[in-house]
Structures are given as C-alpha cells and as structure tokens.
C-alpha cells in the first residue's frame, strides 16, 4: 500500500508519532512511504510574510529533515502550492491507501484539513491526525474545563494537574520503508531536492537579506537541548523574569526556535528537564521556572485554539476594544510602524532590538516586550495586530498561539490589566546595559557616542555628535516626539478604553463592528 506521511510542524524524527503509524502501515512487498512537505505560497513563499531569516531557517530544517530520512533509507519530497490541491492531488493520483500528519490546531490549519478531508471523502484513503505539538490534548483539557479554556496561570496549572503527566515521546524509528523514485504529481511542483532560498529569487527573496546565523534541524536542536540541561545549577535556578534582556545565553535555552517549528519535541524536553528536577532537593517552581514556560505554551496554544478571532480584536470575546491606529488606514502610523520595524524610530534601545529581530531572527523576551509596549500603548498607539505581523514575518521562533498571546498581554488587550506599567525606551535597559554594549552592536550609527547619551543621543550636543561622526537627525534619526508627552497621552486613552470596555460588557458585550478580516 501507497503510504503519505505529510510533515507540517513535526519537522524531526524522534517523538513523532504520526510518522511511526505511516511506518506501521507500510505492510507488503509493494507498500511504499512518500514523506512530504509543502511550500504555500500564500504563507511560506510570501516575502510580504516572511522574512529571507525565517525562510532559509524552515529550508535548512527541511535539508536536515531530509538528511535524517535517507540515512533511516527514505527521503522528503518538496511540494510548493496550497495543500488544499497538493495533498488531495497526491493521495489520488499515487493511490495512497493512507495519509498521516501531525494535527494542527491553529484556526487556520484547521479549516485547511477540514477543506482536505471533505476533498478525499469520496476515495478509498484512511486519514488520520494525530497530535504531536502539545504536551497536553487541548480538547480534553476544554472537557476537564467545562469546555472553555483558562485565562490565567493559576486556573491552568490547576487544570493540568487534573489531565495527568503528559505522554512519554515515542522512539526514533530504526530504519524506514522505501520510497517512490518519483511521485505521480500532475499540476504540482515537486522539487527534486530540498530548495534553497536562491530557488525564490523569483518571488521576491534575496539570498543577502540572509544574516540568521543559529543552526537549524534536529540534531543541533538535541544538542542545544542537551548542552543546556548539563548545566544544572542554571536550570534548576532559572526564573524567567531574572534574565538580562540584551542576552542570549547564559539567559535563555536557546530552544524556541526549534520548538516552534518541532525539530524538537515539547515532550522529549519536558521528560529530559523532569530527569533533572528528580535528582535535586531543590529547584524554581512555576510559572517562572522552565517547567512554568512549557505551561505557558500550553496555555497560549489552548486558548487560540478555543478562542473565536484570537489572531484580531474585532470580535474577539477576551479582547478589548481599542481604538488603536491601523497603519492600513492612516499613513501617519504607516510610517512610524516601518520606523519601527527597520529600526529607524529614533529611541536606541528599541531600535536596537528591533535590528536584532531582523538580522538574527531573534528577541529576549523582555526585548519583545519593550518592543511592543512601545509600539501599542506606550507610544506610537499602533493596532498590536500590526506588530503580532512584523513579529510573525522576522522571529525564527515565530509561533501563531504564542505571538498573538504576547502581543494581548503587552498591549493590554487582555490577560493583563496594569496599562500605567510601561516600558521606558530610554531608561530599562539602563539597569542591565549602562553603557549601552547592546546598543552599539545593533545600532552601529551610535557605536561611539558617550555613555551619557547612548540612551537620548539627542541630547549630545552638536560637537559630541561631530566627534563621534553621527549627527543626530543626519546619520541617525531624531525621534518623532518626547516619550513622556505620548506616554502620558497614551495613558489617558487606556484609562478610557478600559472604562468604556467595562461599560461594554455590563451592557452585554463590547459593541465592535464586524471585522472586515472575516
């Protein structure tokens, strides 16, 4: 039998049980396992979306996926178009008796496999999902939870006791069947080796804009993972909120974009960092422990699952409704939000973090945050969907569930209500960078202006400016207003959007025009 095992985010070979059951049902002399991936463009290939970083990370993942199935005696077959056409197309036209793939549960995925199994429900093919991407089941986590999900911490540490320990990962397969040396594909672009980015100059990509420079594929995942569960005093200590925003290691595990794209299983880590735990007296708890992110994963991947419109404001049910500025409709904010992504807004420390994410594809997560504080309520007043974009299109860690999660609780529009908690763009790096290191690295312009004035070089005077050959205003931008007039403007407009939001729901619901985004 005609065997088609399509990869999506479970991009490795270890703890992938989808890939075991194709393996199962390779029976008979004939039985054959086509391994597959497809390119969208409407996601994958689209410049607008993604960034040469994310690209050349998922196409070297892909490479490495590749490696890995040829040395077990298999190979992956590269498709690109929208796998709506592509996977029915290649279940009918290979007589595939089987189709497996990791079950997704983002809104849109889920409406793309729906679309797929109503296109084969007519032929003779068994379908089968199964998840890989979670620790925990989501719909059994809404069953325990009367069917709606938890919108904090607390309730959802308390409803995963009640789901039990997660599974155990599964093992690598040992060898795997043989495959096609070619695949029926009338209509469908098959590539007859994993592409690289110069094979979509064509579509808008350019191999130059590539500057990502941390390895991809599972085996530098399991090594990176492993490197940094050896270090045990670190992990055992290690509390999310005690790490320096301007660092990547020793701060963080280095692991998310592995994560992410499931060239690293969630469960292999959790059982792995488990091992840890049990041979300690003691150890960080959560939610700001390693154990405590995981669940913060879980968390964030069950409510965009359940929650209607997660990925907008517009009839959204948790979020509120804020008159933000939509670059789409006002050019004023069009243009501060390219300031901002390209890291020309004029405040040092948020363009610095700003230049990271485009040229290594990477953030500390209190980066992020200072980042999208201060596009949202803390300066430019700018929708969050517009940075939950920018974020989707450059981070290499970029994870739907958990970018829109972020970007609601940095902009206020839920799970957090502090709106007067703000991050300053001149003065929260001072604490961890007093000389502004990080700065000076992402933001070269600056690299020799004096410590005093490495946060508000606008204050320099003009001979300081001269002798450090950057004048303000010339060689790097001015910034388009005083941090402390927008924040205390911006401050009222949340003490009145909340009001308004809290009037709203006594009247039975916020009173939200229907999205045009459907």
């Not at 679309?115 to 089968?128: M, T, W």
């Not at 029926?184 to 994993?194: A, H, L």
């Amino acid at each position: 039998m005609q065997v088609i095992h399509w990869f999506r985010h479970g991009l490795r070979l270890h703890d992938n049980p989808s890939l075991l059951n194709a393996v199962k049902k390779c029976t008979g002399e004939d039985a054959s396992l086509i391994n597959v991936y497809v390119l969208d463009p409407k996601f994958d290939l689209n410049p607008n979306k993604l960034s040469e970083n994310r690209l050349w990370f998922l196409l070297e993942t892909l490479r490495c996926l590749d490696d890995k199935l040829r040395d077990k005696g298999s190979k992956l077959f590269v498709c690109m178009g929208n796998p709506e056409t592509v996977i029915p197309t290649l279940v009918k036209v290979n007589k595939a008796g089987f189709l497996t793939y990791e079950r997704q549960t983002e809104p849109h995925n889920v409406a793309r496999d729906r679309k797929i199994k109503d296109a084969l429900q007519n032929e003779s093919v068994e379908v089968e999902a199964v998840l890989g991407h979670t620790l925990f089941n989501p719909d059994h986590l809404l069953k325990l939870n009367g069917g709606k999900p938890t919108l904090n911490m607390t309730g959802f540490q308390t409803l995963v006791s009640k789901a039990g320990a997660p599974k155990k990962p599964k093992e690598t397969p040992d060898s795997l069947p043989p495959f096609p040396k070619s695949i029926q594909s009338p209509g469908v672009k098959v590539f007859d080796d994993v592409p690289s980015l110069a094979d979509f100059k064509d579509l808008g990509f350019d191999e130059k804009n590539k500057t990502c420079v941390i390895n991809a594929g599972e085996d530098s995942a399991i090594k990176t993972m492993e490197a940094f569960l050896k270090q045990t005093n670190r992990v055992l200590s290690f509390e999310k909120p005690q790490t320096n925003p301007t660092s990547l290691e020793p701060d963080t595990t280095a692991l998310s974009p592995f994560m992410s794209n499931g060239s690293l299983s969630c469960r292999l880590f959790y059982w792995n960092l488990m091992d840890v735990y049990a041979g300690a007296k003691k150890h960080s708890t959560p939610p700001v422990s390693l154990e405590g992110q995981l669940l913060w994963r879980e968390m964030s991947h069950l409510i965009g699952y359940s929650t209607p419109n997660f990925g907008q404001m517009v009839g959204n049910p948790i979020c509120r409704q804020i008159p933000w500025k939509e670059p789409t409709e006002d050019k004023e904010a069009k243009k501060m939000l390219d300031r901002w992504e390209n890291g020309k807004i004029g405040f040092p420390a948020v363009d610095a973090v700003m230049n990271q994410l485009t040229t290594q594809g990477w953030m500390h997560h209190l980066a992020r945050h200072l980042a999208a504080c201060f596009l949202t309520r803390g300066d430019l007043w700018i929708t969050w969907e517009a940075g939950a974009a920018v974020f989707e299109k450059h981070l290499l860690d970029a994870d739907w569930n958990i970018n829109n999660f972020s970007w609601h609780w940095l902009s206020c529009s839920a799970f957090f209500h502090q709106f007067f908690r703000c991050y300053s763009p001149i003065a929260f790096f001072k604490k961890t960078d007093p000389h502004g290191a990080f700065i000076r690295k992402h933001v070269p312009e600056l690299a020799k202006m004096p410590d005093k004035f490495i946060y508000e070089p606008w204050l320099a005077p003009r001979a300081t400016q001269e002798a450090c050959k950057c004048i303000i205003g010339k060689d790097y931008p001015n910034p388009p207003f005083d941090h402390s007039v927008a924040l205390k403007e911006n401050l009222g407009k949340m003490k009145e959007a909340f009001a308004a939001n809290k009037e709203a729901k006594s009247d039975g619901g916020p009173k939200a025009k229907k999205s045009k985004k459907g």
